[in-house]
């Protein structure tokens, strides 16, 4: 499949049109989506309407936009004017929501075909999209192993090449797992810099919107196309979107990157060997490797099962069969609140909110929500203190290659142990990318993961262009 920029570029410079490229898409997604369930709503007509608008303006001879005809996959939990979104969950079967996220009106402005609506673990809360009420997606690379979570629609999107780029969100790990777990590049922003405007809130301390794609260099453009300051998200930062692409060739050379002992232990041993091969393929670059440990990062999954889960539960009261969705009607109102959640919300959200409802509850709250602030508090200055010694971190990003369907449902601890890695990056607001760098168990991918401070995204582009190239990517 062409990269991103590809299309991009040849379709403004009339070598294709965008409507060759959306029928390529559609045909794609056909030929593998009853198979894989990644697409729960497909966007013929939006799709066919946005190419003819982008293949116009290349016949006027305007520019088309950074993502000129570039089809596009989003996860189920960004609003879209008019489609059907449902963040997973049977609550919102059914709603059609009023507006466009952000993230969407700006990729639509740039040219970008939205292909349509991405399968997710219900409301983003697990990691392997088997909580989503609509079935599971299959990991395109390996139909009997799931793809990650909670963005595993999207990730599954870009890796059957249904699509060369789909947006995702990453409360713990969401983007980042998935895009190892398929072989694909994932980014978390730092907190802030994408707005969240429109996406449909879990944790909202935590959440952030970022590219996943099949290269470095297309992550980097969709997610310069996406940041930048938005007055709709009070926690959008005041300043425009960063230069990511022009620094993609920065290399690594002079830089210190920790190799963060936390960040592999407990992983497979095929991991824990690709994150090594990965620190030395960027010293061959320049960097010096220093050898890290940051032991707070051991308390992050303990803090942010507390945190979420608690932001959680005051996020989806919302959903009381009153204004969106689904309503089971009932003899009065406390009744048919109590049996639209009951019908609506999965076991694993149900989890959540009575966790979350648990640690805000009088006389628990500094017990537990209380204290996994303090620990979240320990886990920014623990971040602090080794970018004062080093530029960038290095880990895995998840402990395993993609697992079987199964093999964690009825253990939510172990399913919790997927984000291990992942989480600290949320808990500290910064930025974090993956990517795939060499094979595993069945000749899996295995992506290691990069970390900075915030607003650290050129740094990592560059230094996960550096990752790709030594793993044999042009
Ligand atoms: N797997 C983690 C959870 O279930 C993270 C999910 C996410 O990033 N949305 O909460």
Not at 79 to 102: D, E, H
Not at 196 to 201: D, E, F, K, S, V
Not at 224 to 238: K, N, R
């Amino acid at each position: 499949m062409k990269s991103a920029r590809q299309i991009a570029s040849d379709v403004q410079s009339g070598v294709t049109t965008a409507a060759a490229e959306v029928a390529a898409s559609l045909e794609s997604i056909r030929a593998r989506n009853d198979e894989l369930n990644v697409f729960l709503f497909v966007d013929d007509a939006g799709a066919l309407e946005a190419a003819r608008r982008v293949d116009e303006r290349v016949a006027r001879g305007e520019n088309a936009g950074a993502l000129a005809g570039v089809p596009i996959g989003f996860k189920d939990n960004l609003c879209q004017l008019g489609v059907p979104t449902t963040a997973g969950s049977r609550i919102l079967k059914g709603w059609l929501p009023p507006y466009n996220a952000t993230v969407i009106d700006r990729v639509l402005a740039a040219g970008a075909v939205p292909m349509g609506k991405t399968n997710m673990d219900e409301f983003a809360m697990g990691s392997s999209t088997e909580t989503s009420a609509y079935g599971p997606t299959r990991n395109p690379l390996d139909p009997s192993r799931v793809p990650g979570g909670s963005s595993g629609g999207s990730a599954a999107a870009v890796a059957a090449e249904m699509t060369p780029l789909a947006l995702g969100s990453d409360t713990g790990g969401s983007i980042r797992q998935p895009a190892a777990l398929c072989g694909l590049v994932g980014l978390k922003p730092t907190y802030g810099l994408v707005s969240r405007y429109g996406l449909i809130a879990f944790s909202s301390s935590l959440d952030q919107i970022g590219p996943l794609a099949k290269n470095v260099a297309d992550a980097a453009l969709l997610l310069e196309v996406i940041a930048g300051h938005d007055p709709l998200d009070s926690t959008s930062l005041p300043e425009p979107a960063p230069e990511l692409l022009s620094h993609l060739d920065d290399g690594v050379a002079g830089k210190r990157i920790g190799l963060v002992r936390e960040l592999v232990e407990g992983a497979e041993d095929e991991v824990v060997a690709a994150v090594h091969r990965a620190a030395q393929a960027l010293r061959d670059a320049g960097a010096t490797i220093v050898e890290l440990s940051v032991p707070e990062f051991r308390l992050g999954l303990s803090a942010y099962y507390l945190i979420a889960p608690a932001e959680a539960s005051s996020n989806l009261a919302r959903y009381d069969g009153v204004r969106y969705g689904l309503r089971v009607d009932a003899e009065d109102v406390a009744a048919m609140n109590e049996a639209t959640r009951t019908l609506g919300f999965g076991a694993e959200v149900k989890r959540r909110i009575m966790l979350g409802t648990y640690a805000l509850s009088a006389g628990y709250y500094d017990a537990y929500y209380g204290q996994a602030l303090k620990v979240r508090t320990q886990m920014i200055d623990a971040f602090r203190r080794a970018y004062q010694e080093v530029d960038l971190l290095l880990g895995a990003t998840t402990p395993t290659v993609a697992f079987k369907f199964g093999a964690k449902t009825s253990n939510p601890m172990a399913m919790y142990l997927s984000d291990v890695y992942t989480i600290p990056t949320n808990l500290a607001g910064d930025a974090a990318i993956s990517v795939p760098f060499g094979r595993g168990e069945s000749d899996l991918p295995v992506g290691v993961q990069l970390l900075g401070p915030g607003r650290s995204e050129a740094q990592l582009v560059a230094a996960a262009r550096v990752l790709e190239l030594a793993d044999g990517h042009s």
